[in-house]
């Protein structure tokens, strides 16, 4: 009995190029889409950092007295500052979100439609292995937790 060496195939499925351009199109916008949703959280909040430091100046000023009421509208103004480190938390989830995708568009086009003699293959970074780059969910004033 003669045995054949064969090599196992891998499963595939067959899908029209113009199919596989429109799904690689398609998670090109979405990364598009999220770095500009980056650099508007970005833009809000440095908004929001400036406001927060000129009312909390203005609350500085030496005629207005020390009330209770005065002490507790300066506490919430420095606990509003400490939340908005969630922008630095948002902006890390979007870019490792954008890498995925990116990544997943040149695998897909590079699996399906191969490369060509002399064409560049686009450099994509190793998709990351953990599924989720920040696991904090909620901050408290004077706690950190280091990623």
Same mark, same amino acid.
């Given at each position: ?10 499963? /595939? ?20 889409? %999220?770095?500009? !949703?980056?650099?508007? !959280? ?5 908004? %929001?950092?400036? =406001? ?24 919430? %103004? =420095?606990? /509003?500052?400490?939340? !908005?480190?969630?922008? #630095? ?5 979007? +870019?490792?979100?954008?890498? +995925? %995708? ?5 695998? !897909? ?7 060509? #003699? ?6 994509? @970074?190793?998709?990351? @292995? ?6 904090? #969910? @909620? ?9």
């Amino acid at each position: 009995m003669q045995q054949s060496l064969t090599t196992p195939t891998v499963p /595939a499925v067959q899908m029209p190029v113009m199919l596989v351009a429109e799904v690689q199109d398609s998670l090109l916008v979405v990364v598009h889409d %999220l770095s500009r !949703l980056d650099g508007l !959280l970005a833009h809000t909040m440095e908004n %929001l950092m400036e =406001r927060f430091t000129s009312a909390s100046a203005n609350l500085a000023t030496p005629a207005l007295m020390n009330t209770k009421e005065l002490d507790d509208v300066r506490s919430t %103004l =420095r606990a /509003a500052v400490t939340e !908005l480190q969630f922008q #630095d938390m948002a902006s890390q989830l979007i +870019i490792h979100t954008s890498k +995925i %995708l990116q990544g997943c568009a040149y695998r !897909l086009a590079c699996e399906s439609m191969g490369s060509e #003699d002399g064409e560049a293959v686009p450099f994509v @970074e190793e998709v990351p @292995e953990r599924p989720n780059p920040v696991t904090q #969910d @909620e901050m408290d004033a004077g706690s950190i937790e280091l990623f």
